[in-house]
Each structure stands twice: as structure tokens, then as C-alpha cells.
């Protein structure tokens, strides 16, 4: 008892990250993680529950109690490879789960207010490897680190379609399992939306390269510059020799507003403003030659994470005003409360209740506003959260010269159309079992947004580990 | 990477390169294209699928330099690599019997409107190819053209070949002096597309053009390609690039078309002062 009320006392320990003024206009990451000491401080906060909630939070079911203890310990090697059993990309997920809706929430210490900051920890001590990975001699780093957790070869081969969170986690459990994988990626680098999607500053994409090479290490094969649906079907596979198929495409078909003046110059879906700043390096132009507008005064529509990327990347291009806008009030806002938080440090400014009615060009056809109507919140809908409802002759217009839409993503519909025996719901999406991640079609998976729309990293790599698990009953014990 | 077999250039200008390609060599159909990225740090281009050679896995390009990618592919050489290459990407040319197609090229889409008349032909159609380009200097492959099609009509804009300048004119002829269309395929520069698509229109011809947008993905992921067609936007890259002219709203495409203007700018300056400091 007293021993537990002396771990109480040492505060949650903050992370030390760039000055808003300063960040605003580089492209470096915003935080710059945990010291040694500071990890190993935080790490004594934690209690070390007989039922610890926080692994229950966990959609892939780290042993959190576990690799905490190490680091207070000062294991760091055992930390990592307690990690590791569960999960391979614990840089990234240190980075961009919602650890306030996930594990943290479920931390005994959180009813007091202050629960340990599992996902600060996570993000130290997967950084701690790489930058040891990096100073070790060249020889060294050549050796497949898990090889010895590797099982020995099943003779199976599967195709991991997509290269985002979800398709590596299959490929990860799997090649661990002892199957041969290869994972198909329609763009030219893999890493799906951890890399056209979420911006530099909040994952760098040298993270995701060292993840994506530790998975070659352990023998996963990556095809980049592979449409599957158009380069190869599915069928096609099969014929090749392929065992099982994995689908986790994600939810790559943006959505519009469908108003007036949506094709105007400067219109952008966040999904293209965001791959052009992301994948194709645009904020380093014409040192990368792909373009971006880069707007003074620029709007962005909707209130998610993606939303929040969208904006602090329109400030790190050089906008003087950022505005997001959004129907509803700031309670209802999708985005986590610490996104909103940097955006707001940086100056994104919120222009809440109100709905863009359509967009003003100028005679070239390039946007110079938006007009726009007031709303107010009525009763709940489906979503649980307050309708919003137009407010009569409240309309008004917003100058800008770039507008990012960034109200959500839907299923995109090529490689379905192209694998017809797949079956979907109505809205595209893949169906599922939901315990196995198995479809319609036999020997083939599928999971995280294709099936689920869109959602987080993590889920998306909940969705690959229960698939992982089905898929290597079905090539051990058939279908 | 991907091998550049051959290359040459056509016309001053117009330029083709053979690549080592095989799942899309294995693939490609008539009106498909591909995204081309010239090295890590280029721009992600869509260039069409001018021929292709199953067995030897290897896809023939002809493109036009334009801004600083196509530039710059026009001055790698054979045994040079491409970055990035992946597709085939789009809807493929709709392959019937409709009785006379008239199949249009202009410039370097002279080159993709080949595989196009050959399927034409070989679905059992009469095909009268028309070739327009500025000036007489500017035309290849006729004589493949004349082989693949029943009939081949040139025109060159500056009047020194035929009277007809450019291919509204010619549609108009072949209609005037007694002849039947049942199908215009066109393949070429947006103005030149949109005039034929405005020529057969009052005559009642169905017209399908070919759209040239800009593109990120090519797969229905970004929606920069977004075309007005039939007042809904539709995306050129997973819906086309071929659409019916009559419905294409051609004043929205050509704003979008130049977007990017004083970015190309800049990128081509940026690549001649370091194309320059290197020699």
C-alpha cells in the first residue's frame, strides 16, 4: 500500500516537443520523445496490476505490464522484444494510436487523472532500438534479428494485398509463423497511408523505411508499383502459386461535398493534398518536382485527424490563415483531443457551426472563396452525436485560395470491381466474418478500412492480427 | 526499375521509348495507360500504352515533351532506368462492331490511336485513321497507320498537304462528300478533341475522346483528375480516360489542365539552371 502511494505521487512525465512558433514552419517531428531517465521514471509509475486493464485496451494485446517493467529495469533489449511478440511496428504505434481511448483509458492510474503514458514509452523504446541498430557495426546489422522466433518454413505462400497497417501486420505474424509472404503495393514505396497519408512532422517516414526493411530482414517480400485488380487479379494469385490472399486496401476513395464549384483550381481532397505533401515530398519542391498550391488562406472541411494534418501541413507550406470548418460544435469533433490541441498551438483557427453551401472562382477558374450557412445542433442521429441543422438567411462567405475537403474516405471500388466473386455491403465494403476476417471467396481475407471503413492504424492492425491467426489455421488446417 | 530497350525520337519533339515491363507488357489493352515516375524524386505522370510485346515483356511509350518529367525521360537513353512504372491503368477502349470508325490522332497520339484502329479493324469495322499534325514535318507512322486501317487521311495545319486543315474538317468532308460514320474515336491535344467532339455533335455522331488530366495515383485514390462529364464529376484515371465528348464539360478540363502553370514553370527553370551547371 504505501509503496503504491509513492509511485502515485511522481507525475505523469511530459514530453519535451518543438515551440509551435518554431515547428509551423519546418517539417520535423512535433515531439522529440523520452531520455533514458525520464522513460525509466514514467516507467515506475506504473503499478503492475495482477489485471492489468491496459493489455485489454490494447487491440493487439501487447503485454504492457511487461515491457514497462524492463524499462524501469532498464532492460531496454527485453522491453523491445516483449513488444515485439505482439507487435512489429511499435515506432509508428508509439507515434499514432489513441492510446487516450485504448490502453491509457483502461490504466488503473487514469482514474486519478494520470494514467502511466504507455504510448510515450512504447515510441522510446522503439526508437531506442533503431538508433542502437544504427550505431551497430555493419556486420551486426545484416543478422535477421528475430530469426531465432522465426518457425521453420510451412512451404505456404501468401499475397498481402496493400502495404498499410493492417497488410503488415499479416505479413509480420505470418513470416513468423514460418509462411512465405509477399506483400503487393500500388505505389512505388510501401507503407500505405502511414506513408502518403500522415504527414512528416507527426511520423517521420524514415520511421516507416526501418520498420518496412525489419520486415524484409525477416524475409517478407515487398512488389511495389503492383495494382492488383489492374497489374494482377486475384485469380492470378491463385494461379501463381499463391495459398491464401490477404485484401487490406483501406479506404482509398475520397469523398467530396457534391456543391457547386468542387472543380475549381485549389479544390483538393485531403487524400490527393496529403499525397502530394507526403508521398511525393511536394513541400521540398521543385527539389521533388510533384506541385502543391501553396495557399495564404486556406479552408479545410471536416474535423478528423485527417483534417488536423491537412491544416498544420497548409501552415508548414507557408499559409498566413488556416480555418477548419466543421457543421457541428467542438464536442462532436472526430479528431483526438491532442491533434486538435497542436492545431491549435499552431494557429489553425476553428470556424465551428458552419457549412460550406459552394465554392466562388474567379474567370480562370481558380477558387477565391466559399460560401457559406450557419447551423445549429438539433437531436441525435444514428451516430449518436447532434444533427446539425441549417440556420435560415445565416449565409456568409470566406475568402480563401486553397480548400482541402476532408470529410472522410470511402471503399475504393478498383480491385473489387476486378474480383466480382468478393461480396460487399452497400456502401463497397468488403465483407467479413467478423472473428476470422474471412470473405466470400474462398482462401481469401480481408480487413481493417476496406471492411470497416475508415478508422485508425490500430484497429486496422487489430484486424490483421485476428486475420493473420485465421489465415495460418487455414493453411496448417484447410478452409 | 525499368529498362529502357530502345529510344528514339520520331518527330522534333515526339519521342519513343521500348521498356522492360512484363506484368503490364502481359496486360495492356488498347486506350490503357500507365503512371510513370522518372526517378525518386520526380512527378508521378500518366503516359498511354502506345504497342506492347507479350512474349518479350516489353511496352512501347510515345510521348511529347511537355513540362520537366517528359523533358527529362526524353533525355534518358537506352539502358537508362525508370523509377516507377505501374499499371495498366484505366477503362480500356470499348472494342465493337460498329460499321465505319473514323479513328483521330494528333501529335503523340498518333502513336496511341495504333493499337486502337488495329482492334478497330480486327473487330471487323471499316477504320479510316485521320492524322493531323502542324505541319507536314511532324507526322510518323504513317505507313503503320495506312496498314492497320482501310483508309488513311493526313492533314497538316499549315495547309501544305490538303485543303482540310485539321480533323473537324476532314470529319465534315468524309460526311459531305457522301460517306457514313459510325463512331469517332479521338486521341490527341484537348483543343483538337474538342472541336471534332463540337463537329460531330449537330451531325450526330457518337464521338468518344480521350482525356489527358493531371494524375497523382492513378487508381481512384486522390480525385485530382476529376472531370465534368454530363454534369457528374467523374475521375479520367478509373472511370476513363475515354468519355463521350458530347457530355464532357471541355472548359472545366482545360482550366484543370493548367492548374499547375507557374509550377511548371518554376520546376523547368529549376531543371535547366541545374541541367546547364552540369555542363
Sequence with gaps: MEEKEKKEKIPRQPMPEQDPKVRIRNYKEVPFGYSPETAMQ??????????????????????????????????????????????????????????EVQCEKTCILAKKGEPVAIGRLERFIADWERNEAEKAPPDKKA???????????????????????????????????????????????????????????????????????????????????????????????????????????????????????????????????????????????????????????????????????????????????????????????????????????????????????????????????????????????????????????????????????????????????????????????????????????????????IVTGQATVILAMGAGREVANSIHNYLILGW | MYKILEKHELVPNIHLIKVSALAVAKKAQPGQFVIVTIDEKGERIPLTVADWDREGGSITIVFMEVGTTTQRLASFNAGDSIYSLVGPLGIPTHIDTYGTVVCVGGCYGIAAMMPIARAMKEAGNTVISVIEARSRYLLFWEEELKRASDQLIVTVGDGSHAPERWVPDQVKHIIDTGGTIDLVVAFGCTYMMKLTAETTKPLGIKTIVHLSTVMVDGTGMCGCCRVSVGGETKFACVDGPEFDGHQVDWDVLLSRQSGYQDEEIRSLQDWETRRWRKI
Design chain 1, 143 to 449: 543478422a535477421p534479428e528475430n530469426e531465432a522466433v522465426k518457425a521453420a518454413p510451412t512451404g505456404k505462400r501468401v499475397a498481402v494485398v496493400g502495404s498499410g497497417p493492417s497488410g503488415l501486420t499479416v505479413a509480420g505474424d505470418l513470416i513468423l509463423k514460418g509462411h512465405d509472404v509477399t506483400v503487393f503495393e500500388a505505389f512505388q514505396v510501401p507503407g500505405g497511408v502511414l506513408v502518403y497519408g500522415i504527414p512528416e512532422f507527426r511520423l517521420p517516414k524514415a520511421i516507416v523505411a526501418a520498420e518496412v526493411d525489419y520486415m524484409k530482414k525477416l524475409g517478407v517480400r515487398f512488389e511495389c508499383d503492383t495494382v492488383v485488380g489492374a497489374t494482377i487479379a486475384v485469380d492470378e494469385l491463385f494461379e501463381q502459386g499463391y495459398d491464401a490472399v490477404y485484401i487490406g486496401v483501406g479506404a482509398g476513395l475520397p469523398v467530396f461535398m457534391r456543391i457547386p464549384g468542387e472543380n475549381l483550381i485549389g479544390v483538393y481532397s485531403a487524400n490527393e493534398y496529403l499525397t502530394r505533401s507526403n508521398l511525393m515530398k511536394a513541400y521540398l519542391f521543385p527539389e521533388y518536382d510533384t506541385p502543391i498550391i501553396r495557399g495564404n488562406n486556406v479552408v479545410v472541411f471536416g474535423a478528423g485527424n485527417v483534417a488536423m494534418d491537412s491544416a498544420r501541413t497548409a501552415l508548414r507550406l507557408g499559409a498566413d490563415k488556416v480555418r477548419i470548418i466543421y457543421r457541428r460544435s467542438r464536442d462532436e469533433m472526430p479528431a483526438r483531443i491532442e491533434e486538435i490541441h497542436h492545431a491549435e498551438q499552431e494557429g489553425v483557427e476553428f470556424l465551428l457551426l458552419a457549412a460550406p453551401l459552394n465554392f466562388i472562382g474567379d474567370d480562370d477558374g481558380r477558387l477565391i472563396g466559399v460560401r457559406c450557412q450557419r447551423m445549429e445542433l438539433g437531436e441525435p442521429d444514428e451516430s449518436g452525436r447532434r444533427r446539425p441543422v441549417p440556420i435560415e438567411g445565416s449565409e456568409f462567405e470566406v475568402d480563401c485560395d486553397t480548400a482541402v475537403v476532408s470529410i472522410g474516405a470511402g471503399a475504393n471500388p478498383l480491385l473489387t470491381k476486378a474480383t466480382p466473386d468478393i461480396q460487399l455491403n452497400r456502401r463497397g465494403y468488403i465483407i467479413a466474418e467478423p472473428e476470422t476476417g474471412k470473405t466470400t471467396k474462398k482462401g481469401v481475407w480481408a480487413g481493417g478500412d
Design chain 1, 42 to 99: 514514467e516507467a515506475s509509475r506504473c503499478i503492475q496490476c495482477k489485471n492489468p486493464g491496459c493489455r485489454a485496451g490494447c487491440p493487439v494485446e501487447i503485454d504492457i505490464p511487461a515491457f514497462i517493467n524492463k524499462i524501469k529495469e532498464g532492460d531496454f533489449p527485453g522491453a523491445i522484444a516483449k513488444i515485439k511478440e505482439k507487435n512489429l511496428l511499435p515506432a509508428v504505434c508509439g507515434r499514432v494510436c489513441p492510446q
